[in-house]
C-alpha cells in the first residue's frame, strides 16, 4: 500500500491526482505542511471503520445466490402479534 502525501493546494488544483493515487492507499492533504486530511476511496473506508453491512446486503450479493437461508420460525411469547391499543 503506497502513501502519497499532497498539500492543500496541489489537491486543489488537481483532485484527479489525488483520486487517482487513493487507489494505491492513503492520500495525505497537508496545509502548512502539516498532515490536515486523509483522502481514502469507499472501500477502504469501509474496511477501515468495520462498518457492517446488514444482512440483506449479504443475501443480495452474488456470492450468496448458492446459500440456502430458512431460518428457524420463533416459538414462544413473541409469536403472536401485539395489540398496543
Known sequence: MAI?????REFNQD???AKKAARNGPV???D????AY??????????RSGAEKSLAD???HPA?????????RLT??????????
Not at 413473541?78 to 398496543?84: L, M
Request: aromatic fraction near 12%; glycine fraction near 6%; charged fraction near 20%.
Open 4 to 8: 502519497t502525501t499532497i498539500s492543500s
Open 15 to 17: 483532485s484527479g491526482r
Open 28 to 30: 495525505y492533504i497537508t
Open 32 to 35: 502548512r505542511g502539516q498532515p
Open 38 to 47: 486523509v483522502l481514502l476511496t469507499f472501500e477502504e473506508f469501509l474496511r
Open 58 to 60: 449479504l443475501l443480495a
Open 64 to 72: 450468496s445466490a448458492h446459500l440456502d437461508f430458512d431460518p428457524p
Open 76 to 85: 414462544g411469547p413473541f409469536t403472536h402479534p401485539v395489540d398496543f391499543d
